[in-house]
């Protein structure tokens, strides 16, 4: 959608809808092989950042400035920590705790989604490290809503401070209710598209899409089409409105 400068993409001061054909790569210090599309950072509002990173074959990422989530979309990634080597593929995902010392080289190109987040120590609990496959985690509906399935993809306990679920929505499903929560969103749409309402305007979204939500920002989604819509979709969790941080 480039003649004359037309987009879907929309930056409001509580959202924004970032399309592919306004996404520019960028080299980040550390990684080599690795471009990088910046979705969310602390630039636009956000207390977490959440990018695409695109990998080269051998392409290497740098370490990571705080806790990191790594979800892969396509091609292989090795992930060297703790003395291991895992191969991550397709829904693959890996949570790394701050200062956990590892190392992640592309064994074919790929691409992943890699969020961060400063950490803020908790009293009597510290974080694992988690490898996993969305493949392996139940799927549970929403409210009851067989048409609407979550993957928690992060375990849900004192040490950890975010969550970051799958959403599959059969066509036709919505969410029950229009959400407005103290809790941000950086979403990657996936497969599918729909209708997303963020503050008072409706878009329609598809697979590749990026959206970030502020705290309090409006939200709804409705499935359209004929295949199902799914999205990964990071949020804050457990974290007192008062925490550095929030
Ligand atoms: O977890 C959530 O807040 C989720 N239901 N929000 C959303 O899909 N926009
Ligand atoms: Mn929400």
């Known amino acids: 959608m480039h003649p004359l400068g037309a987009t879907r993409s929309s930056r409001r001061p509580d959202h924004l809808l970032q399309t592919p054909d306004t996404f520019i790569r960028s080299p980040l210090p550390g990684a080599s092989g690795v471009e990088f ?58 949570y790394l705790p701050k200062d956990t010392v590892h190392g992640v080289r592309a064994a074919t190109a790929a691409r992943a989604v890699i969020i961060e987040k400063p950490y803020e120590a908790k009293a009597g609990s510290s974080p694992a490290m988690i490898i996993g496959n969305e493949s392996a985690v139940k799927a549970m509906p929403l409210m009851g809503d067989e048409s609407l399935r979550v993957r928690a993809l992060m375990p849900d306990g004192p040490a950890y401070d975010f969550a970051v679920n799958t959403m599959t929505y059969e066509p036709g499903a919505a969410l029950s209710m229009v959400e407005i929560h103290v809790m941000e969103h950086g979403l990657l749409m996936l497969e599918g598209g729909g209708i997303y309402r963020l503050g008072d305007s409706w878009y329609p979204v598809q697979a590749g899409d990026f959206i970030w939500m502020a705290p309090y920002c409006p939200q709804w989604f409705g499935a359209l089409g004929k295949e199902a819509a799914k999205y990964l979709i990071y949020k804050d969790w457990r974290m007192h409105p008062l925490e550095p941080g929030r």
Not at 54 to 73: S, T
């Open 37 to 94: 599309i910046v979705h969310a950072s602390p630039q636009l509002g956000a207390r977490f950042t959440q990018m695409t990173a695109e990998f080269a074959a051998d392409g290497v990422l740098g370490p990571a400035p705080a806790q990191r989530f790594l979800y892969v979309l396509d091609g292989e990634l090795r992930l060297e920590a703790g003395g291991d080597q895992q191969s991550l593929t397709s829904g693959s995902f890996a």
